[in-house]
């Protein structure tokens, strides 16, 4: 198997709303945007799928050193030979890399965020880095879409929280704000135990409201320049809302189920974006 072929592999296989909006870019772009998010894709099972945190912080310290290595010319892992021919046309950095895996180490090292800012400063690395990288390759012109970039992020991964809160407690995980547990008198043991209440389905309304004015919020930054280049973007946009959407027609039942689209669906959403322009 070649890099390219593994790591169109990891993409396909994951069955991320990501490889949807892939399927329209030019083909070099398409090989870029699947090795990074193959890369993604990488970092992030050594958090969800091995269960010894010090043998997946070992694992996390191996991905920093081939980072290093491949920078310098050595890729030895077939998503970094997939990923290396491509930095240099789309700007991709060591730093951009470095930062995703620095985002999967808190993973590691945390399972509560105090406060909403504590929350934004990780979706910041494991979200946020990977829509500045994105823009990049999609074909960014405008300094002014990285800011866009970094809030669409931000909103995917609310949107991902919402979704995975089931999930997350079964891992002893919980991405909600301690201080917006405490203001709608969820407990913690709630969460985890997965009981649903009104007082935890109030609480799902308003990290709803939050995600919904971060995709305004990014919507309005993007510059109309960009906005014929960053189609997948939007319609990454258009599927994750469309699942935020649905969450809250079931009334936030995301405890002990994982609310998702078909991929028919998905593709719809994405071709709609590509050919008309909606969302």
Same mark, same amino acid.
Request: charged residues 25%.
């Given at each position: 198997?070649?890099?390219?072929?593994?790591?169109? %592999?990891?993409?396909?296989?994951?069955?991320?709303?990501?490889?949807?909006?892939?399927?329209?870019?030019?083909?070099?772009?398409?090989?870029?945007?699947?090795?990074?998010?193959?890369?993604?894709?990488?970092?992030?099972?050594?958090?969800?799928?091995?269960?010894?945190?010090?043998?997946?912080?070992?694992?996390?310290?191996?991905?920093?050193? *081939?980072?290093?290595?491949?920078?310098?010319?050595?890729?030895?892992?077939?998503?970094?030979?997939?990923?290396?021919?491509?930095?240099?046309?789309?700007?991709?950095?060591?730093? $951009?890399?470095?930062?995703?895996?620095?985002?999967?180490?808190?993973?590691?090292?945390?399972?509560?965020?105090?406060?909403?800012?504590?929350?934004?400063?990780?979706?910041?690395?494991?979200?946020?880095?990977?829509?500045?990288?994105? #823009?990049?390759?999609?074909?960014?012109?405008?300094?002014?879409?990285?800011?866009?970039?970094?809030?669409?992020?931000?909103?995917?991964?609310?949107?991902?929280?919402?979704?995975?809160?089931? *999930?997350?407690?079964?891992?002893?995980?919980? @991405?909600?704000?301690?201080? *917006?547990?405490?203001?709608?008198?969820?407990?913690?043991?709630?969460? /985890?135990?997965?009981? @649903?209440?009104?007082?935890f389905a109030a609480?799902?309304?308003?990290?709803?409201?939050?995600?919904?004015?971060?995709? %305004?919020?990014?919507? #309005? /930054?993007?510059?109309?320049?960009?906005?014929?280049?960053?189609?997948?973007?939007?319609?990454?946009?258009?599927?994750?809302?469309?699942?935020?959407r649905e969450i *809250?027609? %079931?009334?936030? $039942?995301?405890?002990?189920?994982?609310?998702?689209?078909?991929?028919?669906?998905? /593709?719809?959403?994405?071709?709609?974006?590509?050919?008309?322009?909606?969302?």
């Amino acid at each position: 198997m070649t890099p390219q072929e593994y790591v169109q %592999d990891k993409a396909a296989a994951s069955g991320s709303s990501f490889y949807y909006a892939f399927l329209f870019l030019p083909r070099p772009r398409r090989a870029a945007i699947t090795a990074f998010y193959a890369f993604c894709r990488e970092v992030d099972d050594v958090v969800d799928e091995v269960t010894e945190p010090g043998v997946a912080r070992t694992k996390l310290a191996w991905w920093q050193a *081939e980072v290093a290595k491949s920078y310098a010319g050595q890729p030895s892992h077939p998503v970094m030979k997939a990923l290396m021919p491509c930095t240099g046309p789309f700007g991709i950095e060591a730093r $951009q890399l470095l930062a995703v895996i620095e985002g999967c180490h808190m993973d590691l090292e945390q399972t509560r965020y105090l406060d909403f800012p504590a929350l934004e400063r990780y979706c910041h690395l494991v979200a946020g880095i990977v829509g500045e990288v994105s #823009a990049r390759i999609f074909g960014q012109a405008d300094q002014r879409t990285t800011d866009y970039a970094h809030k669409l992020g931000l909103a995917f991964q609310l949107t991902n929280i919402i979704r995975d809160v089931g *999930e997350d407690a079964l891992r002893g995980r919980i @991405y909600i704000p301690i201080s *917006e547990l405490q203001q709608f008198d969820v407990k913690a043991h709630e969460v /985890l135990n997965r009981k @649903y209440s009104d007082r935890f389905a109030a609480l799902m309304r308003f990290q709803a409201a939050r995600a919904h004015a971060l995709y %305004d919020e990014a919507l #309005a /930054l993007l510059p109309e320049a960009d906005r014929r280049s960053q189609k997948p973007g939007l319609m990454m946009a258009s599927i994750y809302r469309t699942l935020l959407r649905e969450i *809250e027609r %079931d009334g936030f $039942q995301v405890l002990h189920q994982r609310v998702s689209l078909t991929p028919l669906r998905k /593709l719809w959403l994405a071709w709609k974006m590509q050919a008309l322009g909606k969302m």
